[in-house]
């Protein structure tokens, strides 16, 4: 069945560059970007407004990906431990070899 | 153990950048106020097990739904430039209830090219040429009263970017052909269509105990503006409430507001007032709205909603005018052609605590005579019409 339905906002348009902080502009900001504004009403300008939008959803990418959780060694698990000054902090541990090949006692 | 003392209460807010995250209101974040309304209701479920007894069962508690209202006397945030963003406390109000912030730093200059008129200035070359882009902020020009004063200032109530003609709220006693003229900086409040509202964080602090709400959104809004004069003494202020998700109260003493917090109010005299361009007497203005709440409901949340959100709203303006001649005001002929009507209030002389109010259209209901203090008022209500940018406040610099 073909899609009826996109997700699309419903935003008032006239104040197009990005908020300060919610609904908050800087008045000379929205004056330079005003013919940023008209450059949207063409697709070249559009494309590149998305262009940018695009650079920037990627350099975001590029910062979620460097929060990388610390990596733990094969054989070993995270543990409470402490450090050179005493204060306890979370390390990685080996894990106890507790298997062995003897034979169970008859 | 000492008492609390009603007297000593404050309240903070702040905008909640993350839904269901409470955003702690520190000592910048306070909002001068009258005594504060706040608390929290029982949502309640009924229990229709039967139990024997003639008498229903418990009703089931749900949960709380907090709320928190005031009364803020009108005071500017001072300062010789606007504050950054949001960064006036009242300004947060504002913005829960669905306004606009536009902060202009630098005063924007220019010199009126020809075909102005008492009602319209037609703005320099250059100017932006997206219609409607400046209504709402303030301009200045020495056709409209004395440079740099509240009275030389009007806001715009229209912009047409073909061709660069801005209208004003005001009529004036001579067109304007040519001159300079100036958009002030200032911090101006424009009412936007409300579909983007940022939540808010709010504290009542009452002596030594604070009350903390979270996901809050703007109930009720007032800006109320009464001339003050020997039979009436009110200030202008903003009335709020709010309605949110209660956070656990604390155990803290109220902080007291600095000085910087605590301007001089200005009274609503020596500045300037015009319904339908013209400049005649009254005793009250009062923008209302009257807005309706809810949050969209998520078994995932342990209120098993979302945060509270406005789904709609109504504005009126409610006038109590001079009673005028027919040959200067025919307010019945308004009624009948219900012809789009401005609105302009000014007041206040310091920098950064002077104020204009304008609904740049609206369409009347009937007035009716009133009687007030001995004279005859007449008093009514109007309905803002714009869709966008219905109604202005501006703190001129």
């Known amino acids: 069945m073909a899609k009826t339905t996109t997700d699309e906002s419903t935003a008032p348009g006239s104040f197009a560059p990005v908020p300060l902080l919610s609904n908050s502009y800087n008045f000379q900001d929205l004056l330079k970007a005003s013919d940023h504004v008209d450059t949207l009403k063409s697709d070249e300008g559009r494309s590149k407004a ?57 | 153990m000492a008492g609390f003392k009603e007297n000593i209460a404050a309240l903070g807010v702040t905008i909640q950048p993350t839904p269901g995250v409470y955003n702690e209101p520190g000592q910048a974040d306070l909002l001068p106020i009258s005594a504060p309304d706040d608390g929290s209701d029982a949502i309640t479920g009924d229990d229709p097990t039967l ?8 009703r089931q508690f749900l ?36 306004f606009t912030e536009l902060i202009n730093p630098t005063a924007i200059t220019g010199t009126a090219a020809a075909g102005g008129t008492t009602s319209s200035i037609v703005m320099a070359a250059g100017s932006s040429a997206i219609d409607d882009f400046y209504n709402g902020m303030p301009i200045q020009h020495a056709n409209i009263g004395g440079a740099g004063t509240i009275r030389g200032t009007s806001l715009i109530r229209d912009y047409d970017g073909a061709t660069r003609r801005a ?20 911090l101006t409040y424009v009412l936007s269509t409300g579909a983007q509202i940022p939540l808010l964080s ?16 703007i109930s009720s809004f007032a800006l109320n503006i009464p001339v003050s004069n020997d039979q009436n003494t009110d200030l202008p202020s903003i009335e709020f409430a709010m309605v949110g998700v209660p956070v656990p ?129 007449v008093s009514g209500t109007a309905s803002p019409s714009d869709v966008d940018r219905s109604v202005a406040l501006s703190v001129i610099y």
């Not at chain 2, 500017?76 to 006036?88: D, K, L, V």
Request: neutral net charge; hydrophobic residues 40%; proline residues 9%.
């Open chain 1, 50 to 106: 998305l262009g940018d939008i695009a650079t920037k959803s990627a350099s975001l990418q590029d910062v979620i990906a460097g929060i990388d959780a610390p990596a733990v060694p094969e054989g070993s698990r995270m543990e409470e431990t402490e450090d050179s000054t005493g204060r306890k902090v979370m390390g990685a541990v080996a894990i106890p070899d507790t298997t062995s090949d003897e034979q169970p006692a008859k």
């Open chain 2, 51 to 58: 139990t024997g007894s003639i008498f229903a069962a418990p």
């Open chain 2, 63 to 98: 949960g709380r739904r907090g709320r928190a209202g005031a009364t803020a006397i009108l005071r500017g945030p001072g300062g010789t430039a606007p504050p950054g963003a949001a960064a006036w406390p009242l300004a947060r109000i504002l913005l829960g209830a669905g």
């Open chain 2, 167 to 186: 209208t004003l709220m005001e009529t004036l006693a001579t067109a304007i052909a040519t001159g300079g003229y100036i958009i002030p900086p200032s």
């Open chain 2, 202 to 217: 709010c504290k009542v602090w009452r002596h030594k105990k604070a009350r903390k709400y979270r996901d809050c959104a």
């Open chain 2, 249 to 377: 109260a604390t155990d803290e003493t109220t902080p007291l507001i600095s000085t910087s917090q605590l301007l001089p109010p200005p009274p609503a005299k020596a500045g300037k007032f015009a319904f339908a361009g013209l400049k005649l007497g009254h005793q009250t203005m009062r923008l209302e709205f009257a807005l309706e709440t809810g949050a969209p409901p998520n078994q995932n949340f342990d209120a098993g909603q979302e945060g509270y959100e406005i789904m709609s709203g109504t504005r009126t303006v409610n006038l109590d005018l001079n009673e005028q001649l027919m040959a200067s005001l025919d307010l019945d002929s308004l009624v009948d052609t219900q012809a789009s009507v401005p609105l302009l209030s000014g007041w206040g002389q310091n920098v950064g605590n002077r104020f204009l109010a304008g609904v740049p259209n609206m369409f009347l209901d009937p007035f009716n005579p009133a009687p007030r203090n001995g004279f005859v008022g």
